[in-house]
């Protein structure tokens, strides 16, 4: 069986909705023994018959698939076809053929949007009642299809509505799983840059010192590619911690790693003694990237003698805050904005901080990361 909000996906699925919808037909069986039982002529039975036909074609039109809205001009021509044919049958044929109403307001219910539905089904309801009058034995026969026919029509309004319903929770089900799925890449391609463009830059220096060292000096070249050998390692753990979903950058850690870049890379490095204690995780975590982003763009662009590092808690106007501050006395010539800034961008605004950057005066270069601390603290 084909689930709710779903068209028939399969040809198993068409068989079983059609016999669901052909035991409703079901009631068609008094115009059906009343044309071949009747007492009608050749003539009648013929013409009755393929009335009969055409009106049953244009009903499966309109109610095989409720889950799809027809353009409203095809499915009023369509009514229109179906309550003409119900009208001339009932007025030529007699009071059996007065059930064919009953199928004019369901189908309406089943087609038309709810704000038009709610009146076509009443109003296929009243012209049954209008017709009838004028056929044989009309009172009895016509007060047990009242009922079927209100109650028919605005169950398939109600039907129509619960589908409508189940689409757009399916596609709003949809759309959040696109979005997760976009929110995991962009995570991970912000991971895999941060985590790969510092290691890879210091694997970069040290094989330029073990180069330079090789001649004269094998010992420290050795310790170098001791070294390159140990990052390297580091890198592929980070990885496959960022790739698992576990990967989680400190600030105690990131300092002790731009300790060791910015020395490998012959810049004096100006850091705190200790990172600021009590921060949320996702602040620490936001920062560590932040710190670790801009000590990569100053060994890699900079051409800096030195770096200094600011870390501290500050109270301000607007409440608590913590800033990092990375700054360089290089030529200014760091990278344009990037994946790398961007991406800082938006881990900082996650958590409700901002980035600056750019030139810190007439020399160097200056990244300033601002996190507001307020209830997170």
């Known amino acids: ?69 027809l353009p409203v001009r095809r499915v009023l021509i369509a009514l229109a076809v179906l309550t003409t044919l119900a009208s001339v049958l009932s007025l030529s044929l007699g009071r059996e053929w007065l059930v064919l109403f009953v199928y004019v307001s369901i189908s309406s219910g089943a087609a038309l949007p709810g704000e038009m539905s709610r009146w076509s089904v009443p109003a296929a309801t009243a012209l049954m009642m209008v017709v009838a009058p004028a056929l044989p034995g009309w009172d009895e026969y016509l007060a047990s299809l009242v009922v079927p026919a209100l109650m028919g029509g605005f169950a398939m309004v109600g039907v129509r509505e619960l589908i409508r319903t189940m689409i757009e929770l399916r596609q709003a089900r949809a759309t959040v799983a696109q979005l997760a799925a976009n929110e995991e890449r962009l995570r991970m391609a912000r991971d895999l840059h941060d985590l790969l463009g510092h290691s890879l830059s210091l694997i970069t220096l040290k094989s330029e010192l073990a180069g330079r060292m090789l001649p004269g000096h094998p010992e420290q070249a050795a310790q170098q590619v001791a070294d390159i050998e140990r990052v390297s390692r580091q890198a592929l753990v980070d990885v496959r911690e960022a790739v698992s979903g576990y990967r989680r950058a400190t600030l105690p850690g990131e300092l002790a790693g731009a300790r060791t870049a910015l020395t490998a890379a012959g810049v004096a490095a100006d850091l705190p003694a200790e990172a600021v204690d009590g921060l949320p995780e996702e602040v620490e ?27 501290e808690r500050r109270q301000t106007l607007a409440g608590e805050m913590v800033e990092l501050s990375v700054a360089d006395d290089g030529a200014g010539g760091q990278a344009p904005p990037g994946n790398g800034l961007t991406g800082l961008t938006e881990r900082l605004a996650a958590v409700g901080g901002s980035l600056s950057a750019g030139p810190a005066g007439k020399k160097g270069f200056r990244l300033l990361a601002r996190i507001p601390l307020g209830s997170r603290a």
């Open 1 to 69: 069986m084909s689930r709710i909000g779903h068209g028939p996906e399969t040809t198993v699925h068409k068989v079983v909705k059609s016999l669901w919808i052909a035991i409703w037909l079901f009631y068609l069986s008094a115009p059906v023994t009343d044309l071949v039982s009747g007492g009608h002529g050749s003539t009648a039975r013929l013409l009755g018959g393929l009335g009969l036909l055409a009106f049953v074609a244009s009903y499966l039109v309109l109610v095989f698939h409720p889950e799809r809205q």
């Open 285 to 311: 975590a936001a920062l560590a990237w932040s710190l670790r982003e801009a000590v990569t763009n100053v060994v890699r662009h900079s051409g800096a003698k030195r770096c200094t590092v600011a870390l």
